[in-house]
């Protein structure tokens, strides 16, 4: 570990969109806290990039969901690099099942709502405590929510995860207000179509959507351009925005006749 290398905590990183962020971190020298959930293959596959990038790594299996886990996470991390210079709130989940809006279950919004909602709030809850606490460090504080396009786009088949979406977009205006004094920059990046396992059991029909035009950018996004926005705002681009949001979707959200 550089002895002025920050230190990126990156959620839900053992593959898609989270690997993408943590080897773009990795290749600009910053030391990465891989946390997955379950797949620990993927996440060592993820480690062993950062490292060959020349970063150092924490794997830290943890589900944010759970206040345990977010307290382990947290445990871990500072266990092993004394503090935490950005979180990537990266980590995410669909429904389980495709159903329509008046069949959405109790069980599927509340999985759904503390992955996606409850998991990033108090998980940035308790790291800007600590970036308060902590000596300031070679580089800024920062915080980095992912959102989704979903935040403004209804898909009737997949409700939890839309609310979810638009639940995060106000976390993170709500955290740019209470922590600019701080000097600490909150941003939200909004994913458009990537191409990521999330994705997968709807390839045919985004393929056929691209296709015709859907999105300016007629391609798919991949993890390394969500990784590069990530990267952008991590080596200090956008210091005097906060709360602002950046669509990484091709041109998705723009409105066109």
């Given amino acids: 570990m550089a002895p002025d290398a920050g230190v990126a905590l990156v959620t839900g990183a053992s593959r898609g969109i989270g690997r993408g962020i943590a080897l773009a971190l990795a290749a600009r ?25 020349g970063a150092a790594c924490l794997l830290v299996q943890a589900d944010v969901a759970t206040a345990h886990d977010r307290a382990q996470l947290l445990t871990e991390t500072l266990a092993r690099f004394g503090r935490i210079d950005l979180l990537v709130n990266n980590a995410g989940m669909a429904p389980r099942q495709r159903v329509d809006l008046l069949e959405v279950s109790e069980a599927s919004y ?3 709502m503390a992955v996606n909602l409850k998991g990033p709030f108090f998980l940035a ?7 308060l606490m902590q ?18 786009t209804a898909s009737i088949n997949r409700a939890e995860y839309c609310i979810s979406k638009a639940g995060v977009a106000m976390l993170t205006a709500l955290l740019a207000d209470r922590l600019a004094k701080h000097g600490i920059g909150v941003y939200e990046l909004r994913p458009g179509i990537i ?16 296709g015709e ?25 956008l210091d005097f925005s906060t709360g602002e949001v950046i669509n990484v979707d091709g041109g998705f959200h723009l409105r066109r006749l």
Avoid at 29 to 53: F, K, L
Avoid at 217 to 235: F, H, S
């Fill in 29 to 53: 020298g910053w030391n990465v806290v891989v946390n997955y959930r379950g797949n620990t293959e993927a996440a060592d596959a993820t480690r062993q990039a950062v490292e060959s990038a």
């Fill in 110 to 112: 509340d999985e759904v």
């Fill in 125 to 131: 809850q308790a790291i800007a405590r600590q970036m």
């Fill in 135 to 152: 000596p300031v460090g070679a580089v800024p504080s920062r915080i980095i929510n992912i959102g989704s396009i979903s935040a403004y």
């Fill in 195 to 210: 191409d990521t396992d999330m994705t997968g059991p709807a390839k045919a029909k985004y393929d056929r959507l691209i």
């Fill in 213 to 237: 035009g859907l999105t300016p950018i007629r391609r798919w996004g991949t993890p390394e351009d969500v990784g590069q926005a990530v990267a952008a705002i991590a080596e200090g681009y």
